[in-house]
Protein backbone atom coordinates (compact mmCIF):
# COMPACT_ATOMS: atom_id res chain seq x y z
CA UNK A 1 0.00 0.00 0.00
CA UNK A 2 1.15 3.39 -0.78
CA UNK A 3 1.19 6.25 1.77
CA UNK A 4 -0.78 9.30 0.72
CA UNK A 5 0.66 12.27 -0.55
CA UNK A 6 0.05 15.13 -2.48
CA UNK A 7 -1.67 13.28 -4.69
CA UNK A 8 -5.07 12.58 -2.77
CA UNK A 9 -5.87 15.90 -4.11
CA UNK A 10 -7.12 14.07 -7.13
CA UNK A 11 -8.46 11.58 -4.77
CA UNK A 12 -11.62 13.95 -4.30
CA UNK A 13 -14.99 12.46 -5.74
CA UNK A 14 -13.93 8.80 -5.06
CA UNK A 15 -15.61 6.54 -3.04
CA UNK A 16 -13.61 5.45 0.36
CA UNK A 17 -13.43 1.58 0.92
CA UNK A 18 -12.53 1.07 4.93
CA UNK A 19 -11.02 -2.22 6.09
CA UNK A 20 -12.84 -5.52 4.86
CA UNK A 21 -13.98 -3.63 1.18
CA UNK A 22 -16.74 -2.16 3.22
CA UNK A 23 -18.13 1.29 1.34
CA UNK A 24 -17.83 4.26 3.98
CA UNK A 25 -18.95 6.85 1.58
CA UNK A 26 -17.28 9.64 -1.12
CA UNK A 27 -14.18 11.87 -0.50
CA UNK A 28 -15.72 15.45 -0.50
CA UNK A 29 -12.35 17.29 1.03
CA UNK A 30 -8.75 16.80 2.63
CA UNK A 31 -7.17 18.93 4.49
CA UNK A 32 -3.19 19.69 5.12
CA UNK A 33 -1.56 18.50 8.04
CA UNK A 34 -0.26 21.45 10.86
CA UNK A 35 3.20 21.84 8.96
CA UNK A 36 1.25 22.43 5.55
CA UNK A 37 2.61 18.41 4.43
CA UNK A 38 0.43 16.13 2.59
CA UNK A 39 -3.03 16.03 3.62
CA UNK A 40 -3.58 13.75 6.49
CA UNK A 41 -7.24 14.06 6.99
CA UNK A 42 -10.03 13.68 4.73
CA UNK A 43 -13.95 14.37 4.56
CA UNK A 44 -16.06 11.38 3.94
CA UNK A 45 -19.42 11.90 3.29
CA UNK A 46 -22.02 8.63 3.69
CA UNK A 47 -25.26 7.81 2.23
CA UNK A 48 -27.04 9.06 5.65
CA UNK A 49 -25.92 12.21 4.82
CA UNK A 50 -23.19 13.55 7.60
CA UNK A 51 -19.52 13.71 6.90
CA UNK A 52 -16.75 12.79 8.97
CA UNK A 53 -13.56 12.90 8.95
CA UNK A 54 -11.08 9.76 8.10
CA UNK A 55 -7.20 9.53 8.19
CA UNK A 56 -5.82 9.63 5.35
CA UNK A 57 -2.27 8.47 6.40
CA UNK A 58 -1.68 4.50 5.00
CA UNK A 59 -4.33 5.34 2.41
CA UNK A 60 -3.90 4.16 -1.01
CA UNK A 61 -5.56 4.05 -4.67
CA UNK A 62 -8.52 1.29 -4.76
CA UNK A 63 -9.36 0.87 -8.03
CA UNK A 64 -9.46 3.16 -10.40
CA UNK A 65 -12.93 5.43 -8.61
CA UNK A 66 -11.55 4.28 -4.79
CA UNK A 67 -9.80 4.56 -2.19
CA UNK A 68 -8.55 2.26 0.59
CA UNK A 69 -8.27 3.74 4.15
CA UNK A 70 -7.03 1.56 7.21
CA UNK A 71 -10.76 2.36 9.07
CA UNK A 72 -13.35 0.18 10.18
CA UNK A 73 -16.72 0.96 9.71
CA UNK A 74 -17.39 1.17 13.65
CA UNK A 75 -14.99 3.74 14.02
CA UNK A 76 -15.93 5.53 10.96
CA UNK A 77 -19.64 6.04 12.24
CA UNK A 78 -18.43 7.10 15.77
CA UNK A 79 -15.91 9.55 14.41
CA UNK A 80 -16.80 13.20 15.20
CA UNK A 81 -18.77 15.14 12.50
CA UNK A 82 -16.79 16.88 10.03
CA UNK A 83 -16.38 20.82 10.84
CA UNK A 84 -17.08 23.66 8.36
CA UNK A 85 -13.82 24.97 8.14
CA UNK A 86 -10.45 23.68 8.63
CA UNK A 87 -10.67 20.98 11.92
CA UNK A 88 -8.64 22.98 14.94
CA UNK A 89 -5.79 21.70 16.96
CA UNK A 90 -8.24 20.13 19.48
CA UNK A 91 -10.38 18.56 16.64
CA UNK A 92 -7.15 16.62 15.16
CA UNK A 93 -6.01 15.71 18.78
CA UNK A 94 -9.58 13.93 19.39
CA UNK A 95 -9.23 12.45 15.79
CA UNK A 96 -6.16 10.46 16.54
CA UNK A 97 -7.43 9.87 20.14
CA UNK A 98 -10.52 8.23 18.74
CA UNK A 99 -9.13 6.52 15.23
CA UNK A 100 -6.02 4.97 17.92
CA UNK A 101 -8.53 3.60 20.60
CA UNK A 102 -10.93 2.20 17.72
CA UNK A 103 -7.06 0.25 16.45
CA UNK A 104 -6.51 -0.60 19.48
CA UNK A 105 -10.15 -2.58 19.70
CA UNK A 106 -10.10 -3.60 16.28
CA UNK A 107 -6.93 -5.21 17.16
CA UNK A 108 -7.75 -6.73 20.42
CA UNK A 109 -11.17 -8.21 18.91
CA UNK A 110 -9.22 -9.81 15.96
CA UNK A 111 -7.02 -11.27 18.53
CA UNK A 112 -9.87 -12.26 20.59
CA UNK A 113 -11.88 -13.45 17.20
CA UNK A 114 -8.80 -15.53 16.47
CA UNK A 115 -8.40 -17.45 20.39
CA UNK A 116 -12.33 -17.46 20.76
CA UNK A 117 -14.34 -17.30 17.59
CA UNK A 118 -15.62 -20.23 15.21
CA UNK A 119 -19.00 -22.72 15.63
CA UNK A 120 -19.13 -23.47 19.55
CA UNK A 121 -21.09 -26.27 20.47
CA UNK A 122 -22.57 -25.41 23.43
CA UNK A 123 -24.24 -22.03 22.45
CA UNK A 124 -25.46 -23.92 19.51
CA UNK A 125 -26.87 -26.69 22.05
CA UNK A 126 -28.19 -23.86 24.47
CA UNK A 127 -29.92 -21.81 21.48
CA UNK A 128 -31.64 -25.13 20.12
CA UNK A 129 -32.82 -25.84 23.76
CA UNK A 130 -34.60 -22.48 24.05
CA UNK A 131 -35.85 -23.13 20.16
CA UNK A 132 -37.43 -25.87 21.12
CA UNK A 133 -38.71 -24.14 24.04
CA UNK A 134 -40.40 -21.86 22.46
CA UNK A 135 -41.72 -24.04 19.35
CA UNK A 136 -43.66 -26.04 22.45
CA UNK A 137 -44.91 -22.90 23.83
CA UNK A 138 -46.00 -20.93 20.59
CA UNK A 139 -47.52 -23.92 19.00
CA UNK A 140 -49.31 -24.81 22.27
CA UNK A 141 -50.90 -20.87 21.83
CA UNK A 142 -51.74 -21.13 18.32
CA UNK A 143 -53.00 -24.15 18.72
CA UNK A 144 -55.19 -23.23 21.41
CA UNK A 145 -56.62 -20.32 19.63
CA UNK A 146 -57.40 -22.56 16.61
CA UNK A 147 -59.16 -24.91 18.58
CA UNK A 148 -61.23 -21.92 20.74
CA UNK A 149 -61.94 -20.57 17.37
CA UNK A 150 -63.72 -24.01 15.91
CA UNK A 151 -60.58 -24.06 12.85
CA UNK A 152 -58.62 -27.62 12.40
CA UNK A 153 -54.62 -27.05 11.52
CA UNK A 154 -54.45 -30.69 11.01
CA UNK A 155 -53.04 -30.54 7.70
CA UNK A 156 -52.98 -34.27 7.05
CA UNK A 157 -57.15 -34.04 7.48
CA UNK A 158 -59.12 -35.69 4.61
CA UNK A 159 -61.96 -33.04 3.44
CA UNK A 160 -65.09 -35.28 4.56
CA UNK A 161 -62.96 -34.74 7.90
CA UNK A 162 -62.16 -31.36 8.19
CA UNK A 163 -65.40 -28.86 9.74
CA UNK A 164 -65.38 -25.08 8.69
CA UNK A 165 -63.27 -23.67 6.13
CA UNK A 166 -62.12 -25.64 3.32
CA UNK A 167 -59.38 -27.56 3.34
CA UNK A 168 -57.16 -25.43 0.83
CA UNK A 169 -57.61 -22.87 3.38
CA UNK A 170 -57.12 -24.66 6.16
CA UNK A 171 -53.99 -25.81 4.44
CA UNK A 172 -52.85 -22.59 3.67
CA UNK A 173 -53.63 -21.30 7.64
CA UNK A 174 -52.16 -24.46 8.81
CA UNK A 175 -48.76 -24.07 6.79
CA UNK A 176 -48.46 -20.06 7.46
CA UNK A 177 -48.89 -20.57 11.37
CA UNK A 178 -46.64 -23.78 11.35
CA UNK A 179 -43.84 -21.59 9.44
CA UNK A 180 -44.38 -18.36 11.51
CA UNK A 181 -43.82 -20.31 14.92
CA UNK A 182 -40.43 -22.08 13.93
CA UNK A 183 -39.32 -19.24 12.52
CA UNK A 184 -40.21 -17.26 15.71
CA UNK A 185 -38.66 -19.58 17.70
CA UNK A 186 -35.32 -20.67 15.34
CA UNK A 187 -34.50 -16.63 15.51
CA UNK A 188 -34.76 -16.91 19.36
CA UNK A 189 -32.79 -19.88 19.61
CA UNK A 190 -29.89 -17.80 17.20
CA UNK A 191 -30.04 -14.92 19.26
CA UNK A 192 -28.98 -16.53 22.27
CA UNK A 193 -26.35 -18.65 20.10
CA UNK A 194 -25.25 -15.27 19.42
CA UNK A 195 -25.30 -13.96 22.47
CA UNK A 196 -23.49 -17.12 23.95
CA UNK A 197 -20.40 -16.98 21.64
CA UNK A 198 -19.83 -13.53 20.89
CA UNK A 199 -18.36 -14.45 17.68
CA UNK A 200 -19.58 -15.32 14.63
CA UNK A 201 -23.03 -15.34 15.25
CA UNK A 202 -24.48 -16.31 12.11
CA UNK A 203 -22.55 -19.38 11.99
CA UNK A 204 -23.48 -20.37 15.91
CA UNK A 205 -27.51 -19.54 14.36
CA UNK A 206 -26.69 -22.08 11.89
CA UNK A 207 -25.53 -24.65 14.64
CA UNK A 208 -29.09 -24.26 16.17
CA UNK A 209 -30.73 -25.06 12.91
CA UNK A 210 -28.71 -27.80 11.88
CA UNK A 211 -29.05 -29.41 15.18
CA UNK A 212 -32.38 -29.16 15.10
CA UNK A 213 -32.85 -30.95 12.23
CA UNK A 214 -30.37 -33.49 12.78
CA UNK A 215 -32.43 -34.08 16.19
CA UNK A 216 -35.83 -34.14 13.78
CA UNK A 217 -34.37 -36.45 11.60
CA UNK A 218 -33.35 -38.90 13.91
CA UNK A 219 -36.34 -39.37 16.54
CA UNK A 220 -38.04 -39.42 13.33
CA UNK A 221 -36.00 -42.61 12.14
CA UNK A 222 -35.97 -43.92 15.74
CA UNK A 223 -40.00 -43.70 15.03
CA UNK A 224 -40.15 -45.24 11.86
CA UNK A 225 -38.14 -47.92 12.56
CA UNK A 226 -39.49 -49.03 16.57
CA UNK A 227 -43.02 -47.90 15.72
CA UNK A 228 -45.31 -45.44 16.33
CA UNK A 229 -45.05 -45.45 20.62
CA UNK A 230 -41.34 -44.34 20.44
CA UNK A 231 -42.22 -41.94 17.98
CA UNK A 232 -41.16 -38.28 20.43
CA UNK A 233 -42.47 -36.01 17.93
CA UNK A 234 -46.17 -37.35 17.84
CA UNK A 235 -46.37 -37.59 21.40
CA UNK A 236 -45.12 -34.16 22.27
CA UNK A 237 -46.88 -32.85 19.11
CA UNK A 238 -44.42 -30.05 18.30
CA UNK A 239 -45.92 -27.98 17.06
CA UNK A 240 -49.46 -29.64 17.08
CA UNK A 241 -50.06 -29.11 13.64
CA UNK A 242 -49.19 -32.40 11.29
CA UNK A 243 -48.61 -32.62 7.86
CA UNK A 244 -49.07 -35.65 6.30
CA UNK A 245 -46.16 -37.74 5.40
CA UNK A 246 -47.91 -41.44 3.88
CA UNK A 247 -48.55 -39.53 0.36
CA UNK A 248 -46.82 -36.47 0.17
CA UNK A 249 -48.26 -33.78 -1.85
CA UNK A 250 -46.92 -30.88 -3.72
CA UNK A 251 -48.65 -28.56 -1.12
CA UNK A 252 -46.85 -30.50 1.22
CA UNK A 253 -43.69 -30.67 -0.27
CA UNK A 254 -43.70 -26.53 -1.08
CA UNK A 255 -44.65 -26.30 3.05
CA UNK A 256 -41.50 -28.44 4.33
CA UNK A 257 -39.54 -26.60 1.64
CA UNK A 258 -40.77 -22.82 3.09
CA UNK A 259 -40.53 -24.21 7.07
CA UNK A 260 -37.31 -25.51 6.55
CA UNK A 261 -35.82 -22.49 4.64
CA UNK A 262 -37.43 -20.20 6.71
CA UNK A 263 -36.07 -21.41 9.84
CA UNK A 264 -32.69 -21.12 8.64
CA UNK A 265 -33.06 -18.13 8.09
CA UNK A 266 -34.35 -16.83 11.23
CA UNK A 267 -31.69 -18.73 12.81
CA UNK A 268 -28.87 -17.14 10.98
CA UNK A 269 -30.47 -13.85 11.18
CA UNK A 270 -31.05 -14.18 14.98
CA UNK A 271 -27.25 -15.66 15.43
CA UNK A 272 -26.44 -12.11 13.44
CA UNK A 273 -28.64 -10.06 16.23
CA UNK A 274 -27.30 -11.83 19.26
CA UNK A 275 -23.66 -10.73 18.07
CA UNK A 276 -24.51 -7.24 17.30
CA UNK A 277 -25.30 -6.58 20.75
CA UNK A 278 -21.34 -7.29 22.00
CA UNK A 279 -20.40 -5.22 19.27
CA UNK A 280 -22.70 -2.47 20.31
CA UNK A 281 -20.97 -2.62 23.80
CA UNK A 282 -17.63 -2.23 22.29
CA UNK A 283 -18.65 0.53 20.31
CA UNK A 284 -20.23 2.14 23.28
CA UNK A 285 -16.68 2.48 25.06
CA UNK A 286 -15.45 4.54 22.78
CA UNK A 287 -17.65 7.28 21.51
CA UNK A 288 -16.15 10.82 22.15
CA UNK A 289 -17.55 12.93 24.02
Given at each position: MTTAGHETESWIGRTVHGRGGVKLGRLTRVFPSDGGGPPTWGVVKSRRGGGR?????????HGERGVAVPVDR???????VAP?????????????RHYAERGALAAAHERQHERFGGLKAGASFFGWLVAVGLTVLLGAAVAGVAAAA???????????????PPPETVGLIGGALLLAVLALSYFGGGYVAGRLARFDGARNGFGVWALGLLVTAALTAVGAIAGARYNLLEQIQVPAMSIPTTALTIGGVVTLTAVTLASLAAAVLGGKAGERYHRKVERAATIVE
Open positions: LVPLDGAAAGAFRTAPDGEPTAQVRSDLDGVSLDLASSPAQAAG
